[in-house]
């Protein structure tokens, strides 16, 4: 297996409220015009607001539109992506070298209102992200990414990894969210919506704009793929958790200045070597401030610095990829961007916010992203390095596992817990099971069982393993996985749109509408800082986990791994989590 990959971008796709191609949204900026609107739609904003929004009744020109009937709105749009991506390029998405990995945090939900527990199988994220890959006759099986609003940055990191380690040549890389009263309402409870266009990093800030999109990013490791005269390359990636708070960002920002400088480390660029930071920037007050203070730690802070939700605002599981791509074409032009929307600093360290749109060399360029759950990522791309090589697949050595289900906690095949009085009751059988390997934790009862499934089998397999002692709390990774996302959450947060009389959504509720969140509170309560992955996936795949933490211990990402399948919805669960460590090399 070649072991010095090198990982380029292709070619790519943006649909969004600023352009339905790559090139018209680049225009778009270009001449510093917004995507944003005040949309009036009873469905998302009673009141009317400030969104971006797509225009459908121009998709419907799109060409291939007409080869997409009986999709759902957001397949329909991905496939749409996708088509004209693969449009610029040779790759057969049906090969076996070609990987499909999808980004998003909600998927189809509008598929689940007035429904309950009663779901169409496209309500679930993977069956959502099948039905697109299989109108391309995809041979593998896709991966799906929902790690809240750094879904789009993970998806291209764990591209990156897939194609590096020689898991595959080719990934095309998926991402989308829509607009619905779901993801609108949720927002607003946590009273985090600006009531005009946002402004990111300015003084007068006042909340984020929500948007929908959708991208397509094209990688692949043959050159003969490029048609630019200077290929730019994925180069370097990382993901951290803050382990600090659910939904609300770091005060001091230390778990994104981490993800960055990993990332600087594997591309080998130092931080005076990068030309320009494309930061998250959603114009919150907390999500800035903290952004100020990881550049300053990981000593950025006098580098441009560009926002781009002055466009198309937050596009949630599409946001890293649409700003990835738009970073991509940054360097391609040598070109940066003004952030649109800023005008005076609001933010508690001097940063070097973009305020024109003008010519400047960019070799290296940094993407990062944070989002609820606490987590970071990070992706480097370059026209100077191809980043560190992969080197030889770790061996790894399982140290403990633990499984939960049938009203039991069995560890390394004994039956630490037996709660067979609880049968039928998992609310009562999983506070009993947590009760009895931990001292008291206020958190618990205010979790959503998912979290407390996964927190419960984590505090087992952790017992007495001195994993905190034995290793940096920066070292230790989690993987997750389940088949049914958050659904069991989604469906009471739902409930609460569907009774009209209820009132306003529960913020308490909405922050666990999405599946990273019991990662988030795993690290929360045992202190972890590394690398942070939530899949979907049909079934579990023991194997997959096995060699995600090999290229996580190869590329030095990671000398332990907290991993394994969590899943719950509508009473039924399973739990099943291993701790892996690092044994050596393959000879």
């Given at each position: 297996?070649?072991n010095n990959r090198?990982?380029y971008a292709v070619?790519d796709?943006?649909i969004?409220?600023?352009?339905l191609t790559t090139?018209?949204?680049?225009?778009?900026i270009?001449?510093e015009?917004?995507?944003?609107?005040f949309?009036?739609?009873?469905k998302?904003c009673p009141q009317?607001?400030?969104v971006?929004k797509?225009?459908?009744?121009e998709v419907?020109?799109?060409k291939?539109f007409?080869?997409?009937?009986?999709?759902?709105?957001?397949?329909?749009?991905m496939?749409?992506?996708?088509?004209?991506?693969?449009s610029h390029c040779?790759?057969?998405p049906s090969s076996?070298d070609?990987?499909?990995?999808?980004?998003?945090?909600?998927?189809n939900?509008?598929l689940?209102e007035g429904?309950?527990?009663?779901?169409?199988d496209?309500?679930?994220?993977?069956n959502?992200?099948?039905?697109?890959a299989?109108?391309?006759?995809?041979?593998?099986k896709?991966?799906?990414?929902?790690?809240?609003?750094?879904?789009?940055?993970?998806a291209i990191?764990?591209?990156?990894?897939?194609?590096?380690?020689g898991?595959y040549?080719?990934?095309i890389?998926?991402g989308g969210?829509?607009?619905t009263?779901?993801?609108?309402?949720g927002?607003?409870?946590?009273?985090?919506v600006?009531?005009?266009?946002c402004?990111p990093?300015?003084k007068?800030?006042?909340?984020l704009?929500?948007?929908?999109g959708v991208?397509?990013?094209?990688?692949?490791c043959?050159k003969?793929?490029?048609?630019?005269?200077?290929?730019?390359m994925?180069?370097?990636s990382s993901s951290?958790n803050?382990a600090n708070?659910?939904s609300?960002p770091?005060?001091?920002?230390?778990g994104?200045?981490f993800?960055?400088e990993?990332?600087?480390?594997e591309?080998?660029?130092?931080?005076e070597e990068?030309?320009?930071?494309?930061m998250?920037g959603?114009a919150t007050?907390y999500n800035?401030e903290?952004?100020?203070?990881?550049l300053?730690?990981?000593?950025?802070?006098?580098k441009?610095?560009l926002?781009?939700?002055?466009y198309?605002g937050?596009t949630?599981?599409?946001?890293?990829?649409?700003e990835?791509?738009?970073c991509i074409?940054a360097?391609?032009?040598?070109?940066?961007?003004?952030?649109?929307?800023?005008?005076?600093?609001?933010?508690?360290?001097e940063v070097n916010?973009?305020k024109?749109?003008k010519p400047?060399?960019?070799?290296?360029?940094l993407?990062t992203a944070?989002?609820?759950g606490?987590c970071n990522?990070?992706?480097l791309?370059?026209t100077?390095?191809?980043g560190m090589?992969?080197g030889?697949?770790?061996e790894i050595?399982?140290?403990?596992?633990?499984?939960i289900?049938?009203e039991?906690?069995?560890?390394d095949g004994?039956?630490?817990f037996?709660?067979?009085e609880f049968?039928g009751d998992?609310?009562s059988?999983i506070?009993?099971?947590f009760?009895?390997?931990s001292?008291?934790?206020?958190?618990?009862?205010?979790?959503?069982?998912?979290s407390?499934?996964g927190?419960t089998?984590v505090?087992?397999?952790l017992?007495?393993?001195r994993?905190k002692?034995?290793?940096?709390?920066r070292?230790?990774?989690?993987?997750l996985?389940?088949?049914?996302?958050?659904?069991?959450?989604?469906?009471?947060?739902q409930?609460s749109?569907?009774?009209k009389?209820?009132g306003q959504?529960s913020?308490?509720?909405?922050?666990?509408?999405?599946p990273?969140?019991?990662?988030?509170?795993i690290?929360i309560r045992h202190k972890?800082q590394?690398?942070?992955?939530?899949l979907?996936?049909?079934?579990?795949?023991k194997?997959l986990f096995?060699e995600?933490?090999s290229?996580l211990f190869?590329l030095?990402?990671?000398?332990?791994c907290?991993?394994?399948?969590?899943d719950f919805?509508?009473?039924?669960y399973?739990a099943?989590?291993?701790l892996?460590?690092?044994k050596g090399?393959?000879?």
């Amino acid at each position: 297996m070649e072991n010095n990959r090198v990982v380029y971008a292709v070619a790519d796709n943006i649909i969004s409220s600023a352009g339905l191609t790559t090139e018209s949204v680049l225009r778009s900026i270009q001449n510093e015009e917004s995507g944003i609107s005040f949309v009036s739609d009873r469905k998302i904003c009673p009141q009317g607001c400030y969104v971006s929004k797509i225009d459908w009744s121009e998709v419907a020109k799109l060409k291939g539109f007409q080869d997409v009937e009986g999709y759902n709105p957001l397949e329909k749009l991905m496939i749409l992506s996708v088509k004209e991506a693969l449009s610029h390029c040779d790759i057969d998405p049906s090969s076996s070298d070609t990987v499909f990995i999808f980004s998003t945090t909600k998927g189809n939900v509008d598929l689940i209102e007035g429904r309950g527990t009663d779901l169409p199988d496209e309500a679930l994220l993977y069956n959502m992200a099948a039905r697109v890959a299989n109108f391309f006759d995809a041979a593998m099986k896709p991966f799906v990414i929902s790690n809240a609003c750094i879904s789009g940055v993970l998806a291209i990191s764990v591209a990156q990894r897939l194609i590096k380690s020689g898991k595959y040549c080719n990934a095309i890389v998926v991402g989308g969210d829509l607009l619905t009263e779901f993801i609108m309402s949720g927002f607003q409870s946590f009273k985090s919506v600006s009531p005009q266009p946002c402004r990111p990093y300015d003084k007068s800030r006042d909340g984020l704009t929500v948007g929908e999109g959708v991208a397509t990013l094209v990688l692949s490791c043959d050159k003969q793929f490029v048609k630019d005269d200077v290929p730019v390359m994925v180069a370097g990636s990382s993901s951290s958790n803050d382990a600090n708070h659910i939904s609300g960002p770091s005060r001091t920002g230390d778990g994104l200045a981490f993800a960055i400088e990993d990332a600087l480390a594997e591309a080998g660029v130092s931080a005076e070597e990068v030309d320009l930071v494309d930061m998250h920037g959603t114009a919150t007050l907390y999500n800035d401030e903290m952004e100020s203070k990881a550049l300053a730690l990981a000593r950025l802070a006098e580098k441009p610095l560009l926002s781009l939700k002055g466009y198309f605002g937050h596009t949630m599981g599409a946001s890293g990829l649409i700003e990835t791509i738009v970073c991509i074409e940054a360097i391609r032009r040598q070109m940066q961007f003004r952030t649109l929307g800023f005008e005076e600093l609001g933010v508690p360290v001097e940063v070097n916010v973009t305020k024109e749109t003008k010519p400047l060399e960019l070799k290296n360029v940094l993407k990062t992203a944070s989002g609820f759950g606490g987590c970071n990522a990070a992706v480097l791309l370059s026209t100077v390095t191809a980043g560190m090589d992969f080197g030889r697949f770790a061996e790894i050595s399982v140290s403990k596992s633990c499984v939960i289900e049938d009203e039991k906690v069995v560890v390394d095949g004994n039956v630490l817990f037996d709660g067979s009085e609880f049968a039928g009751d998992y609310p009562s059988f999983i506070r009993k099971a947590f009760k009895e390997i931990s001292a008291p934790y206020m958190k618990f009862a205010k979790m959503d069982d998912l979290s407390k499934l996964g927190l419960t089998a984590v505090e087992y397999l952790l017992q007495d393993e001195r994993v905190k002692e034995r290793f940096d709390a920066r070292d230790i990774a989690l993987l997750l996985s389940n088949k049914h996302s958050s659904l069991d959450t989604d469906v009471k947060h739902q409930l609460s749109l569907d009774n009209k009389e209820a009132g306003q959504p529960s913020p308490a509720v909405f922050v666990y509408t999405l599946p990273n969140i019991v990662m988030g509170e795993i690290c929360i309560r045992h202190k972890l800082q590394g690398e942070n992955t939530f899949l979907i996936f049909d079934k579990e795949d023991k194997n997959l986990f096995v060699e995600w933490s090999s290229i996580l211990f190869s590329l030095g990402k990671a000398k332990a791994c907290i991993t394994g399948w969590v899943d719950f919805f509508d009473g039924k669960y399973r739990a099943r989590v291993v701790l892996l460590e690092e044994k050596g090399f393959d000879k």
